[in-house]
């Protein structure tokens, strides 16, 4: 699983990038509202189908503790990392890495310890990469980084992803309350990032109704691929 999974997943990020500039040149977006277009396809996927099937096969007060925790980390983290750093764009940018490798850590920490059902965690962690690249790629661009950069951050992303699967591999748990709280805060870092840092904070820039309509365009985006797969 190793190579084509790093594959599957560098791909879908590089995939996600390369929309959100098709998006921006040929629709004439701007950077803001895909930002939120971005979020929108996260909480799809979220709800739709990674919280939905989280609760399907793990106890809830398992999950919903792991909630709490991962919230918690977010909101410590996300003001230590806006004191530290000198602009807003380089903050976000900054908090979006750790947010997705924060949010990699306990899904791929479950997928290596087999606590996928039906395959569906696998596909959804290739799947949620591609609205992350989307905003990974505008931020790039806001920042003015080198495609060197980005490339980096994109690997960087896939290979701490399969790290923590192989970890899940050599440290089996049985514990499925601990697992399901392993999955709790993956859901909750994700949805952080994507309503905090991507919706909230993007939706203070041009129309609010745009933004909105962006959000549920991502979701709508979601449930089609989710319906076709």
């Not at 590089?14 to 929108?40: E, M, P, R």
């Not at 396809?41 to 925790?69: N, W």
């Not at 959804?124 to 989307?134: A, R, T, V, W, Y």
Request: hydrophobic fraction near 55%; charge should be neutral.
């Amino acid at each position: 699983m190793g190579f084509i999974f790093c594959l599957y997943v560098f791909l879908s990020l590089i995939t996600g990038g390369v929309l959100s500039l098709i998006i921006s040149k040929i629709v004439n977006w701007k950077i803001d509202y895909l930002f939120s277009l971005s979020a929108g396809m996260i909480v799809g996927i979220l709800c739709l189908e990674f919280i939905p099937h989280s609760f399907s096969h793990y106890q809830p007060i398992s999950i919903t503790m792991g909630i709490g925790v991962g919230l918690l980390c977010m909101v410590v983290i996300d003001q230590y990392v806006h004191r530290s750093s000198k602009g807003e764009s380089k903050s976000t940018f900054l908090l979006l890495l750790i947010a997705i490798t924060l949010h990699n850590a306990p899904s791929g920490f479950a997928l290596g310890n087999h606590a996928d059902h039906e395959g569906h965690l696998y596909h959804l962690i290739i799947l949620h990469h591609l609205p992350e690249g989307m905003a990974i790629m505008m931020l790039a661009i806001a920042l003015k980084l080198k495609p060197a950069h980005l490339v980096t951050a994109f690997l960087y992303l896939t290979f701490s992803l399969y790290g923590f699967v192989l970890l899940g591999n050599f440290v089996m748990i049985k514990n499925d309350m601990f697992l399901g709280a392993l999955l709790g805060v993956a859901i909750s870092t994700m949805l952080y990032i994507s309503i905090i840092e991507l919706f909230l904070s993007s939706s203070e820039k041009g129309k609010h109704f745009y933004h909105l309509l962006s959000l549920l365009t991502g979701i709508f985006i979601v449930e089609v691929f989710l319906l076709i797969g």
